[in-house]
């Protein structure tokens, strides 16, 4: 069976982007996939700026209490903490001999994060897609769903695998299949609201454009009413011209499962007062069940650590006989 893997991290609250354009792939997906999704705190230490020490354990259990909330079912696919298996920093020491200064030093995501910031970049934030590289090949994952932004690092991971398995191990018998990027066609890109040509994100300045998953549905409201458009007052879909009535069109049809031009032709010339109206309720009743089991789970801890922990011993039993694999390869002398 394909197996897939992918991984989000614990930094900032989940936020209808998450949803929309991650998650709803991610619960699909399980229906005839192998599923491990891992909470991935190690990654989410790699930036001085975002890493909280003294909410992160809690942001984890918060995270992982969304996906159980969204549909992840930990009957069928492996949800677990990435630094509860010493495996994945173990296995990103591996491929740090395997991997490129020169590669790495060129991934989109490391220049953009590391400007301006001269010599005090730490060497965590440089090895990042090393770290993601081992996340995905301790699995054998066929597929890897991730947003547009991701594609670098899923291409890194396929030629350190390469590299690796051309280096150690016979052409007939790799030790990691390659990955591949897959961005499920159903993912919807949702813009902030007050800034509709940027993506929604847990980063952006201002708290009003975000809707959070855990948002109450008066805020829910307040947020979409205030949402950005423009003066022409008609609404049809066009991402460049009417950014913001396009946004809040795909959000309408993501939540309701309709497609957008007959949203817009429905909506059309009755103003964007009641148009807002009916984005509001709509995202209110699909966040409303999300919001209700986030509660009952969270009500009880207990069994969100059981979960992970039963997660964990799963993926280990993955992800050490793959690790023991490549270092056999390598040549390292096993303990005995
Ligand atoms: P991030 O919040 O950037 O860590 O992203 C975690 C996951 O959510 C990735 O798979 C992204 O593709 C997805 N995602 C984040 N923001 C958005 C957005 N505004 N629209 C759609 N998908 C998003
Ligand atoms: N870097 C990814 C992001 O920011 C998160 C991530 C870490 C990931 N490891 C992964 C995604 C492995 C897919 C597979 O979204």
Aim: charged share 25%; hydrophobic share 40%.
């Amino acid at each position: 069976m394909t197996r897939v893997f992918s991984g989000m991290q614990p930094s900032g609250d989940p936020h209808l982007g998450n949803l929309l354009g991650a998650w709803v792939n991610w619960v699909s997906m399980q229906q005839d996939r192998e599923c491990v999704y891992c909470v991935v705190d190690l990654h989410a230490i790699t930036s001085p700026t975002e890493h909280d020490p003294a909410s992160l354990a809690e942001r984890t259990v918060g995270l992982a209490t969304g996906m159980l909330a969204v549909g992840v079912d930990p009957q069928r696919s492996i949800l677990f903490v990435q630094s509860h298996l010493p495996e994945h920093a173990e296995c990103t020491w591996l491929f740090n001999c395997v991997a490129g200064f020169g590669e790495l030093r060129k991934m989109p995501q490391f220049k953009e994060k590391s400007a301006g910031k001269g010599d005090s970049v730490s060497v965590g934030l440089f090895d990042y897609p090393v770290l993601q590289a081992a996340d995905i090949l301790l699995y054998h994952a066929d597929e890897v769903p991730v947003g547009d932004d991701q594609r670098h690092h899923i291409e890194l991971a396929r030629d350190i695998g390469q590299r690796f398995n051309h280096r150690y191990a016979a052409p007939e018998d790799p030790v990691f299949p390659l990955p591949k990027a897959v961005h499920p066609p159903a993912a919807a890109r949702v813009m902030d609201l007050q800034e509709p040509t940027v993506k929604m994100s847990k980063s952006a300045s201002s708290e009003k454009g975000i809707i959070s998953v855990l948002d109450e549905p008066k805020r829910i409201e307040k947020k979409i009413k205030s949402a950005v458009t423009d003066s022409a007052g008609d609404i049809r879909h066009d991402r460049e011209g009417k950014p913001g009535v396009s946004n809040l069109l795909e959000i309408l049809a993501a939540a309701t499962g309709r497609q957008v031009a007959s949203l817009a032709s429905e909506y059309d010339g009755g103003g964007y007062g009641a148009f807002k109206l009916a984005v509001a309720e709509a995202v209110i009743e699909l966040l409303r069940p999300i919001q209700a089991r986030y509660a009952e789970l969270a009500a009880d801890p207990g069994e969100v650590h059981r979960v992970l922990e039963d997660g964990a011993d799963r993926a280990r039993a993955v992800a050490v006989p793959t690790l023991e694999r490549a270092k056999a390869a390598m040549g390292l002398l096993p303990p005995r």
